[in-house]
């Protein structure tokens, strides 16, 4: 079975605080995603990855950085945390195949005070 | 550009009853449909997608749906629901005429469902 971990479920800061998310996949999988998931919006992509090194911004990556230094790991960092960030981050990953189906992990709620 | 809209915030069925849950889609090409469920404090989990063929796919825990061109609808079905059903469901596109790196998809807004004993 394929497997998404998240370094944290929950999640409490402080508002000027470095934030970061950590995300490990098994699989080998090329492309690795960060989404951020708000009620009545859905999910909104941030950034993505698809390759070691490589990233691209996603519809809402102001306020947001990643970093993806080994295949398997992909970070998203937040440099400054604002209140406004207070959400449920989750990240995927699938293989360069656009048919392929994403893999999530299970979130991390972050409340930023 | 490529959009995905879920115009029901909500739908409650009772259990042993068909459901749907609704999803049309905007894209240039032809689309890569996926729906995914969500139960409480958990990720996403895929239930089925169209890629081709069949306009009927059938996926997870009984769940089917219909691809639908000249309405540009991927509906979600169900022919009996369980209460174990309940969860927040999204749906999700990707146009074949974008080109990207990665198989970036948009999701819709979700959809939860409540299914009553």
């Known amino acids: 079975d394929v497997k998404v971990t998240q370094s944290s479920r929950y999640l409490v800061k402080r508002t000027g605080e470095k934030v970061f998310l950590e995300c490990v996949q098994d699989?080998?999988?090329?492309?690795m995603f960060w989404y951020r998931q708000d009620p009545g919006l859905g999910l909104r992509l941030i950034y993505f990855?698809?390759?070691?090194?490589?990233?691209e911004k996603g519809d809402i990556p102001e306020g947001y950085s990643v970093s993806r230094e080994k295949k398997e790991r992909f970070s998203l960092i937040l440099e400054s945390a604002s209140t406004n960030q207070t959400s449920m981050y989750l990240c995927?990953?699938?293989?360069?195949?656009?048919?392929?189906?994403?893999?999530f992990g299970p979130g991390t709620r972050l409340t930023v005070l | 550009a490529q959009s995905v809209a879920q115009p029901e915030d909500q739908v409650n069925v009772a259990e042993g009853n068909p459901l749907t849950v609704k999803c049309t889609y905007s894209?240039?090409?032809?689309?890569?449909l996926f729906w995914y469920v969500q139960y409480p404090n958990r990720g996403l989990q895929f239930l089925l997608k169209?890629?081709?063929?069949?306009?009927l796919v059938k996926g997870s825990y009984g769940f089917e749906a219909e691809f639908n061109k000249s309405q540009t609808s991927f509906h979600l079905k169900k022919p009996s629901a369980l209460v174990s059903d309940s969860a927040l469901y999204f749906c999700?596109?990707?146009?074949?005429?974008?080109?990207?790196?990665?198989?970036?998809?948009?999701f819709g807004s979700g959809t939860r469902l409540s299914i009553r004993p």
């Open positions: 995927a990953s699938n293989q360069r195949d656009p048919t392929d189906t994403q893999y």
């Open positions: 699989m080998d999988h090329e492309n």
């Open positions: 990855s698809y390759d070691v090194k490589m990233k």
């Open positions: 894209v240039s090409g032809n689309p890569y």
């Open positions: 169209y890629i081709t063929g069949d306009n």
């Open positions: 999700a596109v990707r146009d074949t005429a974008l080109y990207s790196s990665a198989s970036k998809i948009i």
